[in-house]
Structure formats: C-alpha cells, structure tokens
Nanobody, 114 residues
Framework: QVQLVESGGGLVQAGGSLRLSCAASGSISSINAMGWSRQAPGKEREFVAIITRGGSTSYADSVKGRFTISADNAKNTVSLQMNYLKPEDTAVYYC????????WGQGTEVTVSS
C-alpha cells in the first residue's frame, strides 16, 4: 500500500509559475517510478511527466520545456515545477506511482487565468 499526498495547487495568472509537491509513504520499495497526470473537466486524464528511480525523466509534448519533474529519494517526495503556465494547463493534477500497481493521490487543482 502506498499513500500519496499532493500540495501546491492554486490560482495563477498565465505566464506564472507553481510548484507541486507529492509525498509518498507506505511500501516505497514497490515504486519503480513516480509521476504526474492531469485531468481537465470533460477530458480524459493525461500523462504529464514521470521520473524513475534512476532519475530518468519523460514529459508530455504539451509541457516539455516548461515543466520540470524532480525527486528527493531521501525524503520520498516528487515535485513538479511548472513555469510559463497557460490557461490550457488548468486541471486537477494527480501524483501517481508506477510499478506492479498504480497508486494515485487525491489531486491538487491548478487554475491558470488569462
């Protein structure tokens, strides 16, 4: 069992920045990678970014160059630095684990105004 708690969401103007954080607890050894997905109203949940235990990262094309995912393995936390935010980035952002099973956080809402 893995528990994930996200924080850092909020309201920001276009062009601004936010930093999301996710703290993991429980069966940490079962986690191969962690990442972020997002879901806007009426849309499917979509991949945003992932980071592996070895530090390899991958990003969705829509956020590449603007978002940066990082991890502090000692603290079991993953962060998502979001810069140059656009209204299209408005969504609930979910932290997730990747492994034998996937676990999801409760989500944190990001609203980008124009």
């Amino acid at each position: 069992q893995v528990q994930l708690v996200e924080s850092g969401g909020g309201l920001v103007q276009a062009g601004g920045s936010l930093r999301l954080s996710c703290a993991a607890s429980g069966s940490i050894s079962s986690i191969n990678a962690m990442g972020w997905s997002r879901q806007a109203p009426g849309k499917e949940r979509e991949f945003v970014a992932i980071i592996t235990r070895g530090g390899s990262t991958s990003y969705a094309d829509s956020v590449k160059g603007r978002f940066t995912i990082s991890a502090d393995n000692a603290k079991n936390t993953v962060s998502l630095q979001m810069n140059y935010l656009k209204p299209e980035d408005t969504a609930v952002y979910y932290c997730r684990t990747l492994g034998i099973r996937s676990y999801w956080g409760q989500g944190t809402e990001v609203t980008v105004s124009s």
